[in-house]
């Protein structure tokens, strides 16, 4: 009798262990294919609307015709395109508007838009509104630097990468030993990070891909998980994060163009501009590690205020390549600091919205190369992935140009006070 009890006893909590685990994967399926980020609560701005458009070529266009209206206000104003010569596309362009000082040169202010590809419509927004409120208020011994759309093949199809797959932003390097590098916990994800075949979202893989994201993580850590798909890898050619097996052509391009500008002044301080990290809406401060305590308190002066993420230590993880870094590395001669202002999309602070980020990466980058099931999936995949670094949201957009005028503005009056240990004040 007693073993007719036991048995019947562990039946019960068995059938209530299952109906739990069921509620559970039912409970956080409905939130991974219900998930939307934080709202914005900020008062929209109407005006701001006019900095955004919704193709490269238009982005591209308003950026020019924003600097041509600059010739005739600043002696020595050079605008002009660098050709990114590739036979997959012979229109593709890193364009630039150079302001020199028109006093003495002390300071250069570099603002860069694009390196990661579908992230250049914010970016050119942000520097269509500098050329067009800020650069008046920009004093006299400081030259302006205003890059557009680094990585133009990127923008112009709506991809992080270039027409070879490469992440800019994992790209550059003075040390060629960068691309003969490993990424261990990368080649171990491998297999999951990278699907060989057409993308259906009504896939097992697909519509439950929370579950297995979740699987990887209680096998190899959050931290260990995200160090390796966010360091940058360079075997695999047509997966996430691939940074080339050398430096890209516009990266060629462009590093000398900035050697050649920095050559005249004495100090150099440059933005990039990124989107898609973080609190949706809400603006985030990277700067490279830094060791020099000079440098570090001249950038928390700049950034009075606002939190810097030093070293990136919230989110434990190193990258290798960084566009940022490599730009500083080519400088050694110059009083160089950069940073690299990042707009938020999808929450990737939370679990859910790092899952959804990824996922979308993913099967944006397989059905490039794979291709789709169907043309829904084409047009949901393609459509999710835009969102997620370029939202329709207006709220949003009005948010990052309002963000982007009180912060620029800061920190172009605070660079004008800077000096370093040797240069008079």
């Known amino acids: ?89 012979p229109d593709l362009h890193v364009d630039y508007c150079y302001i020199p000082a028109q006093a003495s040169s002390e300071r250069l202010f570099i603002l860069i838009s694009g390196v990661n590809g579908v992230e250049g419509y914010a970016g050119s927004a942000i520097q269509q509104m500098f050329l067009r409120e800020i650069v008046k208020d920009v004093r006299e011994d400081t030259g302006l630097l205003i890059i557009h759309g680094v990585n133009p093949f990127g923008f112009k199809n709506n991809r992080r990468v270039t027409e070879n797959n490469v992440d800019l932003n994992r790209n550059g390097s003075t040390e060629a030993g960068l691309y003969q590098s490993e990424n261990q916990g990368y080649n171990d994800l491998n297999s999951f ?91 985030h401060l990277f700067p490279n590690p830094l060791a020099d305590a000079e440098k570090k308190a001249q950038m928390e ?23 940022a870094a490599y730009l500083e590395q080519s400088l050694p001669e110059k ?45 949901q995949v393609k459509s999710g992935f835009l969102e997620s670094y370029y939202p329709l949201s207006e709220a949003w957009r009005s948010k990052v140009i309002e963000d982007s005028r009180q912060v620029l503005s800061q920190a172009l009056t605070e660079y004008a006070k800077t000096v370093t240990k040797d240069q008079p004040d």
């Open 301 to 323: 002066t700049i950034f009075s205020g606002l939190r810097i993420y030093w070293g990136r230590n919230h989110d434990v993880y190193q990258a290798t390549g960084e566009f």
């Open 193 to 283: 990070l990278n699907p060989k075949h057409k993308v259906s979202l009504t896939s097992f893989g697909n519509f439950f891909f929370h579950l297995t994201a979740g699987e990887k993580i209680l096998r190899y850590s959050v931290e260990a998980v995200k160090q390796a798909i966010l360091q940058g890898q360079y075997r695999y050619e047509k997966g996430i994060c691939y940074g080339g097996s050398e430096r890209e052509p516009s990266v060629n391009l462009v590093i000398p163009l900035i050697q050649q500008v920095a050559g005249n002044y004495k100090m150099v301080f440059s933005v990039d501009l990124h989107t898609g990290y973080g609190e949706n809406g809400t603006l």
């Open 335 to 379: 009083h160089c600091l950069t940073m690299t202002l990042e707009f938020g999309t999808l929450d990737t602070h939370t679990f859910m919205g790092a899952v959804k980020a990824l996922h979308l990466m993913m099967m944006e980058n397989q059905g490039f190369h794979y291709g789709y099931k169907t043309r829904q999936d084409e047009l």
């Open 1 to 89: 009798m007693m073993i007719l009890k036991v048995k019947k006893a562990i039946k019960i909590l068995g059938f209530g262990l299952v109906l739990v685990l069921a509620g559970a994967v039912g409970w956080t399926t409905y939130q991974f294919h219900t998930f939307t980020p934080t709202a914005i609560t900020q008062t929209l701005v109407p005006e701001n609307r006019a900095y955004f458009q919704e193709t490269y070529m238009d982005c591209r266009k308003s950026f020019l015709d924003e600097a041509l209206k600059l010739k005739g206000l600043y002696a020595g104003v050079e605008i002009s395109g660098l050709a990114v010569e590739r036979p997959i596309d």
